[in-house]
Structure formats: C-alpha cells, structure tokens
C-alpha cells in the first residue's frame, strides 16, 4: 500500500487556531467552515490529520489546558495553601483579562451551551473541571494536615468555593468585565479566606 501525501501544513500551528475559534464560539457554533478557513486547511485534510470535529475539540481542550488554562499546576506548588488560592486566582485574571484572549473560558463554554449530539463533550469538559478542583481539593487536605489550614476548614469547600470565583470571573470576562474588574474579583475572595 502506497504512503499518502505529506502534510503540507503545520499540525501545531493549525491545532492553535482551532483552539481559537472553539473558545470564540463554542464547540457547536465552530462550523467545518470556520475551522478549515481559520487553520488554513481543507476538510479531508482536517479529518486526515485530527479524526473528526469531536476529536479535534478533545485536542484543543489538551492545548488549553496546557497553554494559555494551564496555571493550575503551578499554582498547586505554592509553598501555603492561602498562595496556592491567590495563584490560582491570578492566573485566572491573568488569562481572562488578557485582551488577545477570546473572551471567556474554553473549558467553562465550549460545550455547555450544546444539544444532546455533543453530550459526551459536556461529560468531557465536567470531567476536566471537576479533576482539576480534586487537585485542588488534595492540595488544601495536605495543607489542612500540615497545619497550615485551620483544623474547622474544610478542603472540598475551599476547593469548590474557587472553582466557583474562577468559572465566575470566567464568565464575567464573556461579559466584557475588564482586568481591573476581575482582580478585584479575586481580592475579594480572598477576604473569605480562613485565618
């Protein structure tokens, strides 16, 4: 059997403008058209080198996640559980005030506003939420055993309550709120933070 064609586009490149044009308009409102005309592909090329528009989104959602969603690991590294909050808060400013940012959250957006056809990427991107609040929430249970929480704070709750503020802010950036705006956001949820 012959070998096909090479591919006469960059994958990488064509993958971040995906991602782009998914964290605009969303799994379902990114068309076969958009996506092609913004990678600089056709469609066969597009299913040859990604699969299907599902797994093409799947990727993308590994590149946010990665990239530009990506300061959770960091942030999880912070010396006190009370950083590793205002890290993560920060980080989430940083992303949704950065103005060459589509508006929004990728992972909060992409496919929530979806039909039943795109249930399975709901499933997908809950999953991701709710991994990424368990890191968070096994951060604070090591902080809590070390002392450095006190004995009546409860992880999963400071866990849910900042993954609460940040698919908020994340909203509130679709909304147009400014940079300003949400880092007061962020000072704000810190008041709450236990002493």
Same mark, same amino acid.
């Given at each position: 059997m012959a070998a096909g064609r @090479? *591919?006469? !586009?960059d994958a990488d490149a064509a993958l971040e403008s995906a991602m782009q044009v998914f964290w605009r308009k969303g799994y379902e409102g990114a068309s076969l058209a958009d996506l092609t005309s913004a990678m600089g592909i056709n469609p066969p090329s597009l299913y040859a080198a990604f699969g299907s528009k599902e797994a &093409? !989104? +799947?990727q993308t959602l590994d590149r946010y996640d990665s %990239? @530009? %969603?990506g300061y959770t690991p960091k942030a999880l590294m912070a010396p006190t559980a009370r950083e590793v909050a205002e890290q993560l808060l920060a980080g #989430?400013?940083?992303l949704h005030g950065n103005l060459r940012n589509p508006k929004g959250c990728l992972g909060v957006q992409g496919a929530l506003?979806? /039909?039943? /056809?795109?249930? #399975? &990427?709901?499933? $997908?991107?809950? *999953? +991701? +939420?709710? !991994?990424?609040e368990q890191l968070v929430r096994k951060r604070f249970q090591r902080a809590k055993a070390e002392g450095d929480l006190p004995k009546n704070s409860d992880p999963a709750d400071l866990a849910r309550y900042l993954r609460a503020v940040i698919c908020g802010m994340a909203v509130q950036s679709a909304d147009g709120a400014t940079r300003k705006e949400l880092q007061k956001t962020a $000072?704000?949820?810190? &008041?709450v933070w236990p002493a």
């Open positions: @090479p *591919r006469t !586009f &093409l !989104f +799947r %990239g @530009p %969603g #989430a400013v940083a506003a979806c /039909g039943d /056809g795109a249930d #399975a &990427l709901k499933k $997908e991107q809950s *999953r +991701r +939420r709710i !991994f990424a $000072e704000m949820a810190m &008041l």
